[in-house]
C-alpha cells in the first residue's frame, strides 16, 4: 500500500504546489485536506492509499496557514482545502479545465464515505489514463480464476478462495465502461491477482475486437455509442479498446437523417447509445441511421469477457424525478444567546465605558475562518476606573481588580459570542452551500438525461417515413418504370458510391400482378416496398433478422409443401413488417437461372403467390 505523505509546514505545502505545476510527475496525485477544527479528515486517506497502491501519490494536508500558501501557487479554482479532496491528474490539462480534476466535498461522516470512493474512482481512472496499467508490476502477481458473487459502486468482488472476496476495479478494466457492463453475477473469470491491493487485473482476458464482431454481417442492426459529434459528422464505436484498437467509424449528416437543414449537434450526445444498420464490415465498417425502423430487432451487443453481458444496451429515456423533501433548503440554525453568569455590580465613580453591542448578523465566511490557527479577536482592554479618595488601599486594590476581571469576563464572553455566531453563520452557509450544489447536480443529471432524450426521439422523428414530408419526387406515366426509380434510389442511397462499380443493382422482373396488389395495399408505403426490393435483388434480405425471408407455401402450415411454378421457380416471401396488426409480405420467384420475379404483395394471412 503507498504511504500517506502529510504537509505539516508551509515549506512542504509549496513543495506540492510545485510538484503539482511541474513535469516531473508521472503518477496522479490525490490531496485530501481536514477541515478546520478537526485532527481528522471526513474523507478515509488511508483508504484512498491503500485502493490506490502504486498508481498515485497520495497527500493530507490539515487546514491551517501553510494551506494559503499552496493556494497561492495554484490556479484560480485548483485549491483544495477546508475537508475536502482532489486527484490532479499528469500532464497539466486540469489547470485550464476543471472537469479533468473535479472536487470532491465533505462535510460530515457521510460526505466522508462518498467523497472517499469518488477521489479512489478518479484516481484509478486517471492512471489507467496515464498508461500505468501497461507498465511491468514492480511486485509479483498470481493468476488466479473464480465467480463474479456481486456487483457493487464500480467493483465486481469475485471469490477466488480467500477470507474476503477480491475486486475489479471498472477504471482499470475498460474506459468509459462500467462495471456492470464488463461482469455479470455468476461469470467465471481467471486473470491476475495483486496480494497488496486485492485487485484481480482482467485486461488480457478481454476478447479482441475481430471475435467479438465477427457474428455481426451487413444488413444487421447493432447498437452503437457516440464518442464524438461534429458539425456534419458523428464517431461510433462498435467495440471499445480491449487488447485491440477501439473499432469505430464515422457517419455523415445524410447518414443520420433525411433532413440536410438538420444539425448532429441537435440529433445526438456524447455517449448516447443509437441503433444503427451495418452497411458494411470489417476491414472498414460502414454505418447508416437512417433507415432503422422502430420496430426492428436490434443485435445483442458482443460482451467484453467470455461469458460476460453485452457492452451496450438500449439506454433507458425516463427522466430523473426530483427526491421528496428536496424542494426546500435546510432551515438556518438560530443563534443561542449565551447565558452571563451574574457579577456583582460595583458601583465606581468613572465606570467603566460600556463596548457596543457585538453585530448579530452573521458574517459571510471566508477560507480564513477555515484556519483553526488563526488568531482571535483580542480582548478588550479593563477599564481602569477611580475609586473614592477615603476608600483604603485595601479596598481600592479589590475594586480596581473586581472592575478589571468583570471587564474582562464581559470581553471574553462577547468575543465567545462573535465566535459562536461566526460558527452558526458559517454552518448555516455550509449546509445552504451543500443543499445548491445537491440541487445543481440534480438539476444537471436531470438535463442531461433531458437532453439525451429529446434528441433521440428528435431523431427518430426526423427519420420517420411516415411522420415526415419527404420532397416530392419525379411522375411516371409508367408505373412500373415509378418503380424501377424508386429501388434504383434505394440502391443509390443504401449503397456507396465508391462500392457501386463492384455492387451493381442486380436485373430483376416485375410479374403481371405486382403493381396492381402493391396500389391496392393500404397500410405501407412504396418507398419501403422498393427498400425491401433493393434488399431481396441484392441478397441482404436473407442476412437480416427483421426481413423472415422464407419459403411461401400453399398454406399456413409448417409442412405444406412449397409453392412451385411449371417452370421451376420457387415461391418465397419476406417481411415488410412486423410486430405490426396484418404484417405486409412481399411475395417473389427464385427462377431457376437465379433471377428474381416480384410477385405480389400481401399480407400475413395471404399465402397466393
Known amino acids: 500500500m503507498a504511504s500517506v505523505q502529510h504537509i505539516d509546514d508551509e515549506r512542504s ?7 503539482l505545476n511541474g513535469n516531473a510527475r508521472r503518477r496522479p496525485v ?28 497520495v497527500y493530507l494536508m490539515p487546514t491551517g496557514h501553510f494551506t494559503w500558501e499552496f493556494s497561492r501557487r495554484m490556479a484560480e479554482g485548483t485549491q483544495v482545502y477546508g475537508g475536502a479532496g482532489r486527484a490532479y491528474p499528469t500532464g497539466h490539462e486540469w489547470s485550464a479545465d476543471l472537469s479533468k480534476s473535479p472536487l470532491r466535498f465533505a ?17 484509478l ?12 508490476p514492480t511486485r509479483e502477481l498470481r493468476q ?17 478462495g480467500n477470507m474476503f472476496p477480491a475486486s ?3 477504471e482499470l478494466t475498460v474506459e468509459d465502461v462500467p462495471i456492470d457492463r464488463i461482469v455479470r453475477v455468476g ?8 496480494v497488496e491491493t486485492n485487485r484481480i487485473d482482467v485486461t488480457k482476458s478481454l476478447r479482441r475486437s475481430s471475435d467479438a464482431l465477427a457474428t455481426y454481417s451487413v444488413g444487421d442492426v447493432i447498437f452503437t455509442k457516440v464518442v464524438m459529434v461534429r458539425s456534419g459528422k458523428a464517431e461510433l464505436v462498435l467495440f471499445p479498446k480491449t487488447s485491440t484498437p477501439a473499432v469505430t467509424t464515422t457517419v455523415l449528416q445524410a447518414d443520420v437523417t433525411f433532413n440536410p437543414a438538420d444539425d448532429l449537434g441537435t440529433l445526438m450526445t456524447v455517449g448516447e447509445v443509437v441503433p444503427a444498420r451495418v452497411v458494411e464490415t470489417a476491414p472498414k465498417w460502414s454505418l447508416i441511421l437512417n433507415d432503422v425502423d422502430d420496430d426492428e430487432p436490434i443485435a445483442e451487443a458482443p460482451s467484453l469477457l467470455t461469458g460476460g453481458p453485452p457492452w451496450l444496451v438500449e439506454e433507458d429515456e425516463d427522466l430523473v424525478e426530483d427526491e421528496p423533501g428536496a424542494l426546500l433548503p ?48 483580542a480582548p478588550r482592554p479593563p477599564a481602569r476606573p477611580s475609586v473614592p479618595a477615603q476608600a483604603a488601599e485595601s479596598t481600592k486594590s479589590l475594586l480596581l481588580k473586581i472592575d478589571g476581571l468583570t471587564a474582562e469576563v464581559g470581553g471574553l464572553k462577547r468575543e465567545q459570542e462573535t465566535l459562536r455566531n461566526q460558527l452558526l453563520a458559517g454552518a448555516d452557509e455550509r449546509e445552504t452551500l451543500r443543499y445548491l450544489l445537491d440541487q445543481a447536480e440534480r438539476r444537471a443529471n436531470r438535463a442531461e438525461n433531458d437532453l439525451r432524450a429529446t434528441r433521440s426521439r428528435l431523431r427518430k422523428a426526423g427519420n420517420a417515413k411516415s411522420a415526415t414530408p419527404t420532397p416530392e419526387g419525379p411522375k411516371f406515366a409508367d408505373a412500373e418504370q415509378g418503380f424501377r426509380y424508386r429501388v434504383l434510389t434505394q440502391w443509390a442511397t443504401r449503397t456507396l458510391p465508391s462500392e457501386q462499380h463492384d455492387r451493381p443493382l442486380p436485373d430483376y422482373s416485375i410479374g403481371p400482378r405486382f403493381l396492381d396488389s402493391l396500389s391496392r395495399l393500404e397500410g405501407i408505403k412504396e418507398e419501403k416496398v422498393a427498400d425491401v426490393v433493393f434488399e431481396v435483388v441484392t441478397g441482404l434480405a436473407p442476412q437480416l433478422p427483421g426481413r423472415e425471408v422464407h419459403h411461401l407455401r400453399i398454406g399456413p402450415g409448417g409442412h405444406d409443401p412449397v409453392r412451385i411454378r411449371e417452370d421451376g421457380a420457387m415461391a418465397w416471401r419476406a417481411s415488410l413488417q412486423v410486430k405490426t396488426p396484418s404484417a405486409r409480405r412481399l411475395h417473389y420467384w427464385i427462377l431457376p437461372n437465379g433471377d428474381i420475379e416480384l410477385a405480389r404483395v400481401a399480407t400475413h394471412d395471404d399465402f397466393d403467390a
Open 30 to 57: 490525490v490531496v485530501v485536506t481536514i477541515p478546520a477544527g478537526r485532527s481528522e479528515p471526513w474523507i478515509d486517506v488511508e483508504e484512498v492509499a491503500r485502493e490506490a497502491g502504486s498508481l498515485a501519490e
Open 187 to 194: 461469470q467465471k473469470i481467471s486473470g491476475w491477482y495483486d
Open 330 to 377: 435546510p432551515a438556518p440554525q438560530v443563534p443561542v444567546p449565551v447565558s452571563r453568569v451574574p457579577v456583582p455590580e460595583v458601583v465606581a465613580e468613572d465606570p467603566a465605558p460600556e463596548a457596543p453591542a457585538p453585530n448579530l448578523s452573521p458574517p459571510r465566511p471566508n477560507p480564513a475562518m477555515l484556519d483553526r490557527n488563526r488568531l482571535g479577536p
Open 168 to 170: 475489479i476495479a471498472e
Open 144 to 160: 488466479v480464476s473464480g465467480s463474479v458473487t456481486g456487483v457493487v459502486a464500480g467493483r465486481a468482488l469475485v471469490d477466488v
Open 13 to 19: 505545502a509549496g513543495a506540492l504546489a510545485d510538484l
Open 107 to 123: 462535510f460530515d461522516a457521510k460526505d466522508g464515505e462518498r467523497a472517499t470512493q469518488q477521489l479512489i474512482s478518479d484516481a
Open 125 to 136: 481512472r486517471m492512471a489507467a489514463t496515464a498508461g500505468l496499467l501497461q507498465q511491468r
